[in-house]
């Protein structure tokens, strides 16, 4: 039985022993590596952090000609007025036209929470399809209704006779992971149950064969590439440039997928991913449903990435020694490109954070540009990382710590402290901490940027050498602000509230 | 019309949201959320899109210590890990004040903060809370709560009222996301009259100061809604009186307010209407080498103006009474009871212009440009058509669209304000009323 045959998908805590706690350095996770966990993941002290709602609406609010209900407390989604920019972008970018995202919540009162948000709930549903006419309806449900047991399954498997819009429910509760990226799998699990189905063929009233075969050539050398929400049609460009270079056809899946050519993905001849993390749990849904063989090994950020991720597509198509051309092509550019920042680069401490694959392959990305790497914090840890972490402690290469969590910014201000680096490197609203201790920073992602591929290499490059030309305004923050931490606090062991059990660590 | 079942795209969080942005503003203040970890993310989220670039402070965004509940203590109660985490919150944050705010799930589940934070206080430590779960109301609910524990739990009772100091609030930091330059304005206004002020929130206020706030002899509320049940408590608690009133933006209102100021704290007639005299020179001083262009350029506008309860009908008196533009159609996208917007409504009534705009409440972006259609009449194929132009949409950044669908100018100035970058800026009092003037005239001729 597939897990897309239940209503939910199984967190990633249990389908992928998942977690989010550890304190040591890079070579002590690999030694550990296939144990993952090695204490109950808690800590007696912790931080806000986000829940699966927020990635999770970060893609849905992309589906063109959709509305994203959020069946929830009224707050729950509001990030959404952040993800809304990047609708906007995104829409212009792709379509020529600006569209903001179209969400709601049924704001679930006090009077809900007694009786129920069902009834509400249909309401919603009912009223957003008449109003709205949406091709899709994104049922998105929070810790509320998972709290008091609404059946939001089965509400809109009761509404879809009764309205013309596809109703998908997405499970979002908040408390029941501590895994973010399930929201990945909550999102395409929502798909893969609902929006997968070919539309009926019209046949021709004269056949085409040509027209066939054409179609059966173009499928036949398709790609599909799962686009990341925190990636941007910039970073796409440069993928669908380096894939059309050897000849190959790209279709980009989820973001800004219209609802009618979601089933698209099922035709392809191979689908890759650019972050395994995000992508595994769907991708293997592919290969065993519609058996479209996939790759998830490496994220196209940095020079070597880029280069393994665009041979492991040449091989499956025969195209090595394509790909080898196109890749010494492109090295040889990028590395003569590359020079002026380099010797500015060149034994510069830097700090990394994100997710964990971005936060390692970024690490790489950073290496190969002359920066020594003191520390690394990722946001959870699970087995795709492991080949990232080889890269990284390859031939001996020296350790530093390592820092598993899902934000916990009071254990990195801690290691920065005693690690002192020149550059950090942070997801949204992480560089707060570095930038109050006067660290030139740079944000980890950010849809209007570029940071994939060999593009990504260079503009990456040449943002770092804008910030360390002048970190003034970090610099100047730090002398007249303070962070919220007692003295104490910064004396004391940063891994000081792990929980241990077992004996390890 | 508003749905009854949702509200599209609202222009508020939950209650935790304007819990943790208040609490976040108060100096020296460490929030301390008693909910699943992804609550302070949402909230720090909305802020970075709606708070013209302002998130965080302090403790705040992901900096604040937060419970992280999950689905073991849904099963278990959160009651055992609300007490770590206090303890160890106040080894590792610097606060001077420490403030549990609950949400959704402990309230769902029954959590007894109450108990957990007592046991604590009895050690005295610093340290309050305030139920803010979200299904209770939005954020200006949470802005609420979270000054009733500060009036209830903080401030020092018994202490002598002192002559000429009083405390304002109303403007909700964050959600007002001109709140720190709105304070300020007022502060000054008030300071020009004599009179001491806190303000709570801004860099001149200090913990020390909101202890002593029931010294105060009045406080002022410059809302109809925003803190106003918290301005009841406080009098419960500490005898102080508080006067209601609207946003004073610009002159004509700043003038009003100062009238009122002046009535509750019977302050010198004649001294009030001096200042009152100098002031409104003063603007129109600044006022006076724009008065070429303003004619020239044509620059005047018919106007939506969509907004909250607190700048809804100051905004738009002070298009209607001191810029001399025609504001048609005003938009009001709070929810609220009959009574409340009753009490809105006799705001637009009176204007000094005589104008009559049309007030609708609606919570719902997409369901604006319905309103208008009903309120303006459309070209039906007329050679001359009295077109709704030149026009001018003053509301939030959601409501660009509507702007471009109608060909018009926009300014944001509601939440939410994603598209400008807002530090001290604010549109309260005389000075207020010129930095609306500059922000206006300038979208108007930003094609120049």
Known sequence: MSYFDGKVPPIREDRLKACITYGGTICGLKKKAGGCCFNDGERGFTQGSICLLLPGIAILNSIPDSVVLLHGAIGCG??????????????????????????????????????????????????????????????????????????????AAKLQPQVNAKILPVHCEGF????????????????????????????????????????????????????????????????????RSLGLEVNFFPNFV????????????????????????????????????????????????????????????????????????????????????????????????????????????LTELGFEVMGIRAFHHDEFAEVEYEKLTEGGAKDYPLNIANAQPFEEVNLLKRTKPDLFIGHWHSNTTAAKLGIACHVAYNTGLSYIGYQGVYEMARRLYRYLKNPAFNKKISKNIRLPYTEKWYESDPFKYIKTLGGEE | MMSSSFVERPRYTCALGGAMATVTALPGAIPLLHTPGGCAGNITWTQNGACGLQAGGYCGGLTVPSSNVEQKDVVFGGVDRLKEQIGNTLDVMEGEL??????????????????????????????????????????????????????????????????????????????????????????LVLEKVGLEVNTFFTAADSLEGIRQAASAELNIVVSDIYGVNAAAVFEEVHGTPYLTTSLPVGPAATDHFLRQVEAALSLNHSQVEEIIARENHVYYQYLEPLVDSYNDFDLQRYSIVVGDGNYAPSITKYLADDLGWLPELVVITDQLEDELKERLASRFRGLESGLQPAVVYETDTSEIISHFNRHWPRNKSQKYYNSFSPAFVVGSSLDRELALALGAAHLSVSFPVANRAVLDRGYTGYRGGLHLAEDLLSAAVANR
């Open chain 1, 78 to 155: 509001s990030c959404a007025h952040s993800q809304n920019a990047n609708v906007r972008s995104g829409n212009v970018q792709r379509g020529g036209k600006v569209k903001d995202a179209l969400w709601m919540s049924t704001a679930l009162n006090e009077n809900d929470v007694i009786n129920g948000g069902e009834t509400k709930l249909e309401e919603a549903i009912r009223e957003a399809d008449r109003r709205y006419r949406p091709a899709s309806i994104i049922v998105v449900a929070g810790c509320v209704p998972g709290i008091i047991g609404d059946d939001v399954d089965g509400v």
């Open chain 1, 176 to 243: 029941k992971t501590k895994i973010w990226a399930t929201a990945y799998d909550a999102v395409y699990h929502a798909l893969g149950r609902n929006l997968l189905e070919e539309p009926e063929e019209i046949l021709p009233i004269i056949p085409d064969e040509i027209a066939d075969l054409k179609e059966k050539y173009y499928l036949e050398r398709t790609v599909n590439i799962m686009n990341v929400s925190s990636m941007g049609r910039v970073d796409e460009l440069e993928l669908d440039r380096l894939l």
């Open chain 1, 258 to 365: 219209h609802p009618e050519d979601i089933y698209k993905v099922t035709r392809a001849a191979l689908s890759i991913s650019t972050c395994p993390t995000h992508d595994d749990y769907f991708l293997k849904y592919l290969e065993e449903k519609f058996g479209i063989p996939y790759i998830a090994r490496h994220m196209p950020i940095g020079i070597n990435n880029t280069s393994s991720w665009i041979r492991d597509v040449a091989a499956f198509f025969g195209l090595e020694q394509q790909a080898e051309e196109l890749i010494a092509n492109e090295v040889a550019e990028l590395e003569e490109a590359l020079g002026e920042f380099k010797k500015v680069f060149q034994g510069k401490k830097v700090y990394v954070s994100a997710g964990e694959m971005r936060a390692l392959a970024n690490s790489s990305l």
């Open chain 2, 98 to 187: 420490y403030f549990v705010l609950t949400g959704c799930v402990t309230e769902v589940i029954g959590d007894d903060v109450r108990g957990v934070v007592g046991e604590f206080q009895g050690k005295g430590v610093s340290l309050i809370f305030a139920e803010t779960g979200g299904f209770k109301g939005n954020s200006y609910y949470g802005y609420d709560q979270v000054l009733q524990s500060l009036f209830k739990n903080f401030v020092q009772q018994g202490v002598k009222k002192i002559k000429g100091r009083v405390n304002v609030w109303g403007i909700a930091p964050y959600l007002d996301v001109f709140w720190r330059g709105n304070l300020e304005g007022l502060r």
